[in-house]
Every structure is written in structure tokens, then in C-alpha cells.
């Protein structure tokens, strides 16, 4: 079973649609928890960074960390079509860094 | 312009053909780190360093070496490439050297062994 899940996806929705995206985790020694967005043939940049349980808002997106459940969530209000690229989480641990596999998002105009 | 740089961009090769791929970053950062990125499989972290002269394996370590002689480059070796490494590679680093800060990306190599 892999440390990081990520929902698969990809996602198709419609410009203004609010969008979630998630991921699950096995391993109760994260404590950093990172969304990153990667265009089309571009490396990934970092979104959002939280650390512990709780939500944190950043213009249209709200990172929400649950560490209870071990299930963290990025949502998007509002989508642009520009937001249309692969969303991956990833969790630091001790140097390493384990990434979910990507969900691959497009909006629709 | 702050940035981490990779060369060659694209890359096919032989069989057995060692070849390196090169990274460095003009940001001073401690950490540097080597991912796979395949369909499927997402991201996969392939060797990393805190600091000069310190490198740790990562999750797929398995066919690659480093090294790190200056902080600034961080090149990935592959001794005898076979086709299962076929993949787009992608180096990173960050200021800080847990990996708890961001991680700066570069463009990505896309090798193909035949």
C-alpha cells in the first residue's frame, strides 16, 4: 500500500464549479502537507503549505488537513480554465518527500 | 533570475550508455533533489542531499548515483541505463534542508533508453 493516495481522477468541470481534490495517507509521522500544480509540460510548483489540522485560505484556494482521518483536501472556488493542470500533494518527512500520483483537472470555459 | 536549470532537456540513448544528466540552482539552497515522474506512478523521489557531501536514497533509488561536490550542482548519474528508465526526471531544491520548505522545480529531462 503506498504512503500517499491520491484520487485519481482526472476531473472535467465547468468554469465557476467548485472543486475538491484529495488525498489520504498512511504514515502519522507527517506533519507538513503540500499541494503543488504542475502544467502541461512544466515541473511543479508549489500551491499551498500547511502544517497541522485545520483549514488555510489562499485567495480562491483552501487547503484542509484533517489529521485525525489522515485525509487531506485542496478545494477550488470559483475554477478558471487557467487552473486546468495536474494538482499533486505531497507530504516531507526526514528529507524524503512523497508525492500522491495527481489528479489531472480541466475547466471548461 | 532564480532558477534550477537541467541539461539535457530531452535525451535518447542505448542500452548500457552511461550518461549523466545535469542540475544546479543559483539559489543557494541546502537541498537538492532527484524525482521520476512516470504515468501511473506520479512522482517518485529518486536520490536527495541535505548538504555538500551528504546524500541519502530516496524511494527508487535502484540504477542511479549522485553526487554532490558543490552546493549549487547536483547531477544524476546512470552507469548502465536500460529501458525501465525511460522516464521524465525532474531536479529540485530548497532553501531549507529538511524538504519542509518549498521546493523549486526544474524544467525536466525526458530520457528514453532504447
Known amino acids: 500500500q503506498k504512503e500517499v493516495e491520491q484520487d485519481p481522477g482526472p476531473l472535467s468541470v465547468p468554469e465557476g464549479a467548485i472543486v475538491s481534490l484529495n488525498c489520504t495517507y498512511s504514515?502519522?509521522?507527517?506533519?507538513?502537507f503540500m499541494w503543488y500544480r504542475q502544467y502541461s509540460r512544466k515541473g511543479p510548483e508549489l500551491l499551498m503549505y500547511?502544517?497541522?489540522?485545520g483549514n488555510k485560505e489562499d485567495g480562491r484556494f483552501t487547503a484542509q488537513v484533517d489529521k485525525s482521518s489522515k485525509y487531506i483536501s485542496l478545494f477550488i472556488r470559483d475554477s478558471q480554465p487557467s487552473d486546468s493542470a495536474t494538482y499533486l500533494c505531497?507530504?516531507?518527512?526526514?528529507?524524503?518527500?512523497?508525492f500522491g500520483d495527481g489528479t489531472t483537472l480541466t475547466v471548461k470555459p | 533570475e532564480a532558477q534550477v536549470t537541467q541539461n539535457p532537456r530531452y535525451l535518447i540513448t542505448v542500452t548500457g550508455k552511461k550518461l549523466t544528466v545535469t542540475c544546479s540552482q543559483n539559489?543557494?539552497?541546502?537541498?537538492m533533489s532527484w524525482y521520476r515522474q512516470d504515468p501511473g506512478l506520479g512522482l517518485r523521489q529518486i536520490y536527495y542531499?541535505?548538504?555538500?557531501?551528504?546524500?541519502d536514497k530516496g524511494d527508487v533509488p535502484e540504477g542511479y548515483k549522485v553526487s554532490r561536490k558543490e552546493k549549487r550542482n547536483f547531477p544524476l548519474i546512470l552507469e548502465s541505463p536500460s529501458p525501465n528508465q525511460t522516464s521524465l526526471y525532474f531536479c529540485?531544491?530548497?532553501?531549507?534542508?529538511?524538504?519542509?520548505?518549498?521546493?523549486?522545480f526544474g524544467p525536466g529531462t525526458r530520457l528514453t533508453v532504447l
Open positions: 505531497a507530504m516531507p518527512n526526514a528529507g524524503k518527500s512523497t
Open positions: 542531499s541535505m548538504n555538500v557531501e551528504v546524500t
Open positions: 500547511t502544517y497541522s489540522s
Open positions: 529540485a531544491s530548497s532553501r531549507l534542508a529538511g524538504a519542509t520548505d518549498t521546493q523549486y
Open positions: 539559489m543557494n539552497h541546502e537541498y
Open positions: 504514515n502519522s509521522a507527517f506533519q507538513y
